[in-house]
Structures are given as C-alpha cells and as structure tokens.
C-alpha cells in the first residue's frame, strides 16, 4: 500500500503526494499569551517539528494568532500554524478574518462543532472559510468525542439485528463513518480534495492499526497518524511506536505526532524527537546525526560514558539548526559513545566518529576512530574528554560536509 498521491500544501510543507511524512507537533501554551506561545512555537519548530498546532478556542486566543504569525515570521521561522478548533470555531474563524488569514491550516473535530441540525451547518462554516481564503482542513476525529447520535444508532442497530460487534467495533466503525461523510460535507462546502487531511485517532495501538487499514483502503486523501493520548514517558513513546511503526511500514500516515503527556514544566519538545527517531528507525527520513550508546553493564561501572552519551547527544540537538542550515547531509552523520572494549572498538570503527571508553579495569585511555580508523587517544578528566571529543566532532562535520550555497543558507 502506498501513501496518499494527493498533495495538500499546508503552508509551505507539502503533506501526501508522494512528500515525505511530515513531523507535527502542539503547544501547551495559553494561546492568549502571545510571548509564550511564540517562544514555544520558535523550540518546537527548531527541533525539527515541521508543522505546529495551537488552541484557538477563546476570542482572546482568536486576537493573538495575527501576532504570534508575525512574531514567528519576524525570527525567520516559516513553521506552518494549525489552528485547532472545538464547538465555537465557526464562529471564531468568521468573527476573525485575521486569524482565519494567519493560520495554515484548520483543525476541525466533527464531533465537536454542534448537536442536531446545527452539526451540519457549523461544519460548513468552517470549510466555506477555509475554502474562501484557500486554507486546507484536517477532519480529525477521535474515539472520545464522537458524534453521539451515530453512536447510538449503529448500537441500536447491533442489537436489532444481532450483529455480535464489541462496543469497541462500533467506535472504530463509527470513526470512519464520520470520517468519510464529513470529508464528502466538506467537498460539497466547496473544498476541494487538495485541501483536506484525515485523521481517525484511538488511544489503544491495536485499533488504531485496524482503523487506519480500513480508513487507507477507503480514501485517497492524506492520513495524519497518531495516539490521541499516549500517555507519558516510556509508555507513550512505545504505545506509540508500536502501531505507528507497523502502519509507517505498510505505506500508511503522510503526517504524524506522538501526543506525549510531559511532566509538568517538562521539554515539550519530546514528542518531536520520538516522531524523528520514530521515522529515522524506519529508514524512511533522516533528522539529525545518529548516537549509539551502549546500555552498560557489570563492565562499566562507571558512569562516564553515560555522561558523555547523553552529552553528545545535547550538543548534537542543540547544533543541528545551524548545522542543517549550512552543511549538505549531516543528518546522516553516526555518532558513537562505547562504555568498554567488548564492543567499543567494533561500534566505534563502525561509526563516522566514535569513541571506546575504558570499562572496569581496562587501562584509562579512550580510543577515537574517524570512518573506521583510529584517528587519536584521548585521556584526563571527563570535562576535558567531552570538550576534546566535541572539537572532533565539530572539526569533522566542518570538514566532510558540503558548505551549502548562499542562497540556500539565507534564513
């Protein structure tokens, strides 16, 4: 199964058609407070998240998205804007043509723009503004905010007729029920199918691998893919990666967000990284150079190479906006970090650049290789080993990679 061939332009980052998969994320800011939401729209789009989501359900949030675009254009940050939209977007994205202009991209939930006739109409609304100022749409639908009414039909109607579903079949049926008439309601509200992304998000990998599977056999349009709640840490991320990985594999998702639950005052900027490694894992995009570190042992009893790992892989997050911004195809760089000499050396030589520290009684010096060759010995404290290993680092993505044109690297 292939990825969508339709193109929808969102901003300036093409989702389907034949692009590739596209990193999103979302703020957690208050939209109303503009400086917060800038600076964090200016982190997540620096680590790499391609398109950016924000809350827009309060007039003031409305008000604020012109200055937030401004601001964000202002530091040369060109990350498409999503506007996400519950209940009132109808009437926000009429009340203000400024944000309705400043946004990329409308989020609409068809399950939560109105009840009874006015779920239509409401719907409507929000395509024919899209259409008039040449806004794409994403239709997301989620399993916890269902049109209710088609709930309980499709019940009623597995108990008269004694169908045998599970409460469980009837929501995935259900989705992609809302999915597809609501893509059809917003072709007829004059959007056109170069203008609309589906979504269908569960909270249980399982279902969200059968309801992709139905939902890519079903449509031609571009699919964002992603848990609607992962949960937080190592839950997330694997919960996550267990079904988008299956369904990036099968040619299914044009766009993707891990929605990470972060401890509170933690780097939002987490679920950017987790899509990177998600589709850099797959072969399917490169992000920024790779680490390998061992995970350690009775043989690494101290605790210097995980240091040095986590260190060099700060540093290597911290570079990369400007590194990509002036050096063709150092995403593709390997970085090493070894802990002792039974694999060390092996992984290391394997490496652009690596280095083997000693273990548990092995002689205090640390072998660096460059592209498979022993290039120095490094030794002293871990302070001078991290700066003298970081120089390398920089000296060989200085010297190996192309320096792009002046034009490329005009910001």
């Not at 998205?65 to 060109?78: M, S, T, Y």
């Not at 009429?94 to 006015?118: E, H, T, W």
Request: proline fraction near 4%.
């Amino acid at each position: 199964m292939n990825r969508s061939t339709i193109g929808v332009q969102v901003g300036n980052i093409q989702v389907g058609g034949g692009a590739p998969v596209v990193v999103q994320s979302m703020s957690n800011t208050d939209t109303a407070d503009i400086e917060s939401t800038t600076n964090q729209c200016l982190e997540l789009a620096r680590a790499g998240s391609e398109l950016v989501r924000i809350t827009v359900n309060v007039e003031e949030a409305a008000q604020a998205v012109p200055e937030i675009k401004r601001r964000l254009l202002a530091e040369g940050c060109e990350v498409p804007l999503i506007g996400d939209f519950h209940y009132n977007g109808h009437v926000l994205l009429s009340r203000f043509p400024d944000c309705a202009m400043a946004l990329d991209k409308y989020r609409i939930n068809p399950g939560n723009v109105g009840a009874g006739s006015r779920r239509d109409e409401n719907f409507a609304t929000i395509c024919e503004v899209a259409a008039k100022h040449s806004k794409p749409v994403r239709i997301g639908v989620n399993a916890g905010s269902l049109n209710q009414e088609l709930v309980v039909a499709k019940m009623q109607e597995n108990t008269d007729h004694d169908l045998g579903k599970t409460s469980e079949e009837i929501v995935n049926d259900c989705m992609l029920i809302s999915a597809l008439e609501s893509t059809a309601m917003a072709l007829d509200s004059g959007l056109t199918e170069e203008q609309i992304i589906i979504s269908c998000k569960v909270s249980r990998p399982r279902d969200l691998i059968e309801v992709y599977r139905r939902l890519a056999t079903a449509t031609r349009q571009p699919l964002h893919l992603g848990l609607t709640e992962a949960g937080m840490g190592i839950k997330g991320v694997v919960w996550s990666a267990s079904a988008m990985g299956i369904l990036l594999d099968e040619g299914i998702g044009d766009t993707i967000r891990i929605s990470l639950t972060p401890r509170p005052g933690g780097d939002r900027r987490e679920e950017v990284y987790a899509c990177m490694e998600l589709l850099q894992a797959l072969g399917l995009r490169s992000f920024a150079p790779s680490i390998t570190a061992c995970p350690g042992c009775g043989r690494t009893t101290s605790t210097t190479f995980q240091e040095l790992a986590e260190r060099v892989q700060d540093y290597v997050r911290e570079s990369m906006p400007e590194w990509k911004r002036l050096y063709e195809g150092v995403e593709e760089m390997t970085v090493a970090v070894m802990g002792c000499v039974v694999n060390g050396p092996g992984e290391s030589k394997s490496a652009n650049i690596g280095i083997s520290l000693p273990g548990t009684g092995e002689e205090p010096h640390c072998p660096v290789y460059v592209d498979g060759q022993q290039f120095t010995t490094l030794r002293g404290t871990y302070g001078e080993l991290a700066e003298a290993f970081r120089k390398i680092i920089d000296d060989y993505v200085a010297t190996t990679y192309s320096q792009k044109e002046p034009a490329q690297v005009s910001r």
